[in-house]
């Protein structure tokens, strides 16, 4: 057994722990690093970047057969779903350098590709390994729940782990879960000309605003989609081939595969915890604001620490704990002002408060503006008029906006600066945005908000007839 002592250990070489190591060996801590799988994690192998993929496969298919409203004759795409699988892993190949154990070994991090597990609350094993750390972070991510459906174990079924190596186009794809891995894939899927039915226990893209939600389902029902609400699965049955999901009120969807897309479960099983005195919650590991865990020399980031599940959270978490780890700074992260999309098309974004809960916090202080993508010129060059952004604002600061439309996870990053630094609407009013642009709608959304005040104001009136009077 080899014995090693570092400054630093990263449990899991995923977005949150290749950032962690990254930072911190650059910055002059020694670092190891262990990953038992594949380097990258979820995101680069079967998350983020293959999903969205597929999804620009999914695109260039459906404007194929869409073309005409621009004057070119739609035509009848011919997809080959094991060539669009070869576009998908070619994507992953040109990422993967970023995230490669070579790339880094060069910065100086001993890589370890191994599993890791407590032997006590400053030691880890992995393999051959016996690594004692003054700061360990574990960062192991999550994997597909595989929800407690009776029948589902005697069923082939896929989840986003395996889904990149279906080769066969499914003739008919049932998804159980109408949260975004279902709502992308699924869109994908029928794009790529299957046919696909979601079933969806409660309300299909339920964590954002439903008002947006519905732009996005509305689109996708008028694509073909087929969309099961309020229909928990109850029971699975049948063959590759010839699956049927049964709902709670006896409603039977068949397909001829199925992909199980009904959330994610912490990677701890095997971490022997205990061992370092951590406790977990349901959801993750336990964290406090400074996403130490109940070992304060241990932290835990990403997806096992059980909040929003993110690539750029598990990003921003390694930001939060190099503070800390490395200067000793007091660091705490927040939640306020993470955005997140939704990659259908039309998108979904969302930051800060939704309308809702912008109502609960500020009560009759709450004004909320609109502004819809059909009084944008290039949206309507584009004829991409479907879409909303909605600005919920609160003494003259924006606290929450929700976008649903083209390009949404763009316009979005704008009110994710705006709502990180407490930018007031004026200053979102100031800035000149070039024309036409899709991202324009984010200043006419300001303008939304100040032309009431100005177009309506009997003072503003009385004003300007005053100074007209006497301005030689
Ligand atoms: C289909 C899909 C699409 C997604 N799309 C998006 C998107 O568009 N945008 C977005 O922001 N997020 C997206 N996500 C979420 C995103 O992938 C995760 O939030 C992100 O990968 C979490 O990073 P992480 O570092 O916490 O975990 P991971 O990236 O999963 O990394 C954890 C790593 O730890 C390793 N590991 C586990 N246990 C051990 C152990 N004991 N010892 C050693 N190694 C271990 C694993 O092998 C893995 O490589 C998507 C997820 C899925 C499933
Ligand atoms: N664009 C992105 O950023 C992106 C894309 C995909 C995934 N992700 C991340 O991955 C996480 C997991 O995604 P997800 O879609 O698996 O989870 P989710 O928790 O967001 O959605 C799961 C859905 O499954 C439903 N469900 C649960 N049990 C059911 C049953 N028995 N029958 C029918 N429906 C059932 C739930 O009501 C819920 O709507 C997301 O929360 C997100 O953090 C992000």
């Not at 689109?219 to 309020?230: D, N, P, S, T, V």
Request: with cysteine; hydrophobic share 40%.
């Amino acid at each position: 057994m080899e014995k090693i002592k570092t400054d630093i250990l990263v449990i899991g070489g995923g977005s949150g722990g290749l950032s962690v190591a990254a930072g911190a060996v650059q910055m002059g801590a020694s670092v190891v690093l262990l990953e038992a799988h594949k380097m990258g994690g979820d995101c680069l192998n079967y998350g983020c970047v293959p999903s969205k993929a597929l999804i620009a496969s999914a695109k260039t298919a459906y404007a194929m057969s869409h073309a005409e409203q621009y004057g070119i004759a739609n035509v009848t795409p011919q997809v080959n779903y094991a060539a669009a699988k070869d576009h998908v892993a070619d994507v992953i190949s040109q990422i993967e350098p970023v995230d490669s154990q070579e790339r880094f070994e060069g910065l100086g991090v001993r890589v370890i590709r191994d599993y890791g597990k407590f032997v006590s609350p400053t030691v880890v094993e992995a393999g051959a390994h016996r690594i004692e750390a003054r700061r360990i972070v574990i960062a192991t991510g999550s994997s597909p729940f595989v929800p407690p459906i009776s029948g589902l174990e005697t069923v082939p079924y896929i989840t986003n782990e395996t889904l990149w190596e279906l080769r066969e186009q499914p003739e008919h794809l049932l998804v159980i879960g109408g949260g975004p891995i279902g709502m992308e894939m699924a869109q994908a899927h029928l794009r790529l000309g299957s046919k696909v039915t979601v079933v969806e226990g409660d309300r299909a893209l339920g964590k954002d605003d439903p008002e947006m939600a519905e732009i996005v389902l509305d689109k996708l029902r008028a694509e073909g989609l087929a969309i099961a609400e309020g229909s928990n699965a109850k029971e699975v049955r049948g063959t590759a081939g010839a699956i049927e999901v049964e709902t709670e009120d006896g409603t039977v969807h068949k397909g001829t595969h199925l992909l199980v897309a009904v959330g994610r479960k912490a990677n701890t099983d095997g971490l022997d915890l205990d061992k370092a005195g951590i406790k977990t919650t349901r959801s993750g590991i336990q964290v406090d604001d400074s996403l130490r865990t109940t070992n304060k020399k241990v932290y835990a980031i990403g997806d096992v620490a059980g909040g929003l599940q993110f690539t750029h959270v598990a990003g921003y978490h390694a930001g939060v704990i190099i503070r800390s780890m490395l200067f000793g700074l007091p660091s705490k992260a927040s939640t306020r002002h993470i955005p997140w999309a939704t990659y259908t098309q039309p998108e979904l974004a969302q930051v800060g408060l939704t309308e809702a809960q912008a109502k609960k916090e500020h009560g009759s202080r709450l004004e909320v503006v609109r502004f819809h993508y059909s009084h944008n010129d290039r949206a309507i060059a584009e004829r991409k008029t479907r879409g909303l952004i909605k600005v919920m604002v609160a003494k003259g600061k924006p606290v929450g906006a929700s976008i649903a439309g083209e390009q949404a996870g763009e316009l979005i990053n704008l009110w994710a600066l705006v709502i990180a630094n407490k930018m007031k609407m004026s200053q979102i009013a100031s800035m000149v945005a070039p024309y036409p642009t899709i991202g324009e709608l984010n200043k006419r959304a300001a303008g939304a908000y100040f032309s009431p005040r100005l177009f309506e104001s009997d003072t503003v009136k009385k004003v300007v007839g005053f100074v007209q009077k006497w301005l030689p």
